[in-house]
């Protein structure tokens, strides 16, 4: 079982920063690959972000070249850092915990935190 905490969401405009952490504990953190997923009022949720325990990254088209994540394995936390934040990028924003290599599919993370609303203004 592993546990995720994610944090650092908040109100920013657009073109400004955040950087969201995903905390874990539980079953060994650094044997997981962490996928950054999220979810817009009325939209499914979808693929952001991924690195996989050997430090894989694969992103979405939308956020490429804006968004890095990076992992702390001694401190079983990844984080996502968002530059040149849009208001499309409105929403939650999960982490989750899966097998040892990146996906970009839900399906592939057993793990969920619950959530961090990030809101973009115009």
């Known amino acids: 079982q592993v546990q995720l905490v994610e944090s650092g969401g908040g109100l920013v405009q657009a073109g400004g920063s955040l950087r969201l952490s995903c905390a874990a504990s539980?079953?060994?953190?650094?044997?997981?690959?962490i996928g950054w997923f999220r979810q817009a009022p009325g939209k499914d949720r979808e693929f952001v972000a991924t690195?996989?325990?050997?430090?894989?990254?694969y992103y979405a088209d939308s956020v490429k070249g804006r968004f890095t994540t990076s992992r702390d394995n001694a401190k079983n936390t990844v984080y996502l850092q968002m530059n040149s934040l849009k208001p499309e990028d409105t929403a939650v924003y999960y982490c989750?915990?899966?097998?040892?290599?990146?996906?970009?599919?839900?399906?592939?993370?057993?793990?969920w935190g619950q959530g961090t609303q990030v809101t973009v203004s115009s």
């Open positions: 989750a915990a899966g097998g040892s290599s990146a996906s970009i599919v839900t399906q592939a993370y057993a793990y």
């Open positions: 539980g079953r060994t953190f650094s044997n997981y690959a």
């Open positions: 690195i996989s325990r050997t430090g894989i990254r």
